[in-house]
């Protein structure tokens, strides 16, 4: 069994691994520690796995590796694809994209309001459970706009989104603490 290429469980494992690390990069923050220390712990004990049983196997039977080479790379075949994904940040843009009107449609009502609202609610694909006007670092509200903030299952998090449909003001939150937030904008 050890000298076959890799059957269900392994490519169920690779699998959950990538769908693990593209829910991380759907988030409004990038979890890069995160997810290379997800990769140190589970993804080179995959790869070692992987490793031994394609030696063995090609000790074993060289033809064995040769004639199914393409079962023998799918499991790289795959997180090639999430990483490939994850670097022209496609998670993070579907995500946001299936739930931008709901978040706009929701920030509309939050501006109207003066007092955070801190009731969770999902809005398209995220969890908003905290939400308020935007102000400045001066603490100057910003007319019509809203902060929201998402609440994510796996990841204890307090990032968000803020909604500025004037544009972005002279200073903002974002260039006094750049490490909240994402360095593209949307």
Same mark, same amino acid.
């Given at each position: ?10 490519l ?5 691994v990538? &769908? ?36 063995? @196997? ?8 040769s ?7 799918l ?7 999430? &990483?490939?994904?994850?670097v022209?940040? @496609? ?13 706009e ?17 999902w809005?398209? &694909?995220y ?10 670092? /001066? ?15 796996a990841?204890?998090?307090?990032t ?6 004037k ?6 939150? /974002?260039?006094?603490h ?5 360095p593209?904008?949307?």
């Amino acid at each position: 069994m050890i000298t076959k290429p890799p059957g269900w469980p392994f490519l169920t494992a690779v699998s959950a691994v990538g &769908l693990v690390l593209l829910y991380w990069a759907s988030a409004p923050y990038r979890y890069t520690i995160e997810m290379f220390l997800f990769a140190v712990f589970v993804v080179i004990p995959l790869a070692l796995v992987w490793l031994v049983r394609i030696i063995l @196997a090609g000790r074993k039977d060289a033809d064995v590796v040769s004639d199914r080479l393409r079962r023998w790379f799918l499991p790289w075949i795959v997180l090639a694809v999430v &990483l490939a994904t994850i670097v022209v940040d @496609a998670p993070f843009w579907v995500r946001f994209t299936i739930s931008k009107p709901s978040m706009e449609a929701f920030a509309k009502t939050v501006t109207e309001e003066t007092t955070i609202d801190a009731s969770c609610r999902w809005l398209g &694909l995220y969890r908003v459970c905290w939400a308020s006007p935007y102000s400045t670092i /001066e603490a100057e509200v910003l007319p019509g706009s809203a902060a929201l903030s998402t609440e994510e299952w796996a990841i204890h998090s307090n990032t968000g989104f803020v909604w500025l449909p004037k544009g972005r003001p002279e200073e903002t939150m /974002e260039q006094v603490h750049p490490w909240r937030s994402r360095p593209t904008q949307r």
